[in-house]
């Protein structure tokens, strides 16, 4: 159950691209989830049985990585402190790890119900 994403078009037009590229960088860094060490995969909920699969699914360093940094966030949030710059999440740092498999299981989930929902009927010749 991930969130639409405009994140295709705006790629697919260059002028659009242009535009939105400095007020997303703005966003992220307004955000102030980078300043506590975290990806914005972090932030996903675990509220729901597809998002629990998907951090089942996860690599093991991945998924050890993942506790780390909620961890340490948590901790400089209870300090009413921000982590050094060297140890905040660098832009190039934040990428997708648990998007892509929150996908996936999706697809499948789609592909099941619809193979479970499929009738066959014989042709007649």
């Known amino acids: 159950m991930s969130q639409p994403s405009l994140a295709n078009a705006i790629v697919k037009r260059p002028w659009l691209y242009k535009i939105m590229k400095p007020l997303s ?7 102030g989830y980078r300043k506590l060490g975290l990806k914005a995969d972090d932030l996903i909920p675990e509220e729901s049985e597809t998002v629990l699969l998907a951090l089942k699914r996860l690599p093991q360093q991945e998924a ?7 961890r340490r966030a948590f901790q400089a949030s209870l300090a009413h402190q921000l982590l050094p710059v060297s140890q905040q999440t660098k832009p190039e740092e934040d990428v997708p790890y648990l998007s892509p498999i929150i996908r996936e299981i999706e697809a499948e989930a789609r592909e099941r119900s619809d193979l479970e929902t499929l009738s066959i009927t014989k042709r007649k010749h």
């Open 25 to 31: 960088n703005w966003y992220c860094n307004a955000a």
């Open 64 to 70: 050890y990585d993942r506790v780390f940094r909620l």
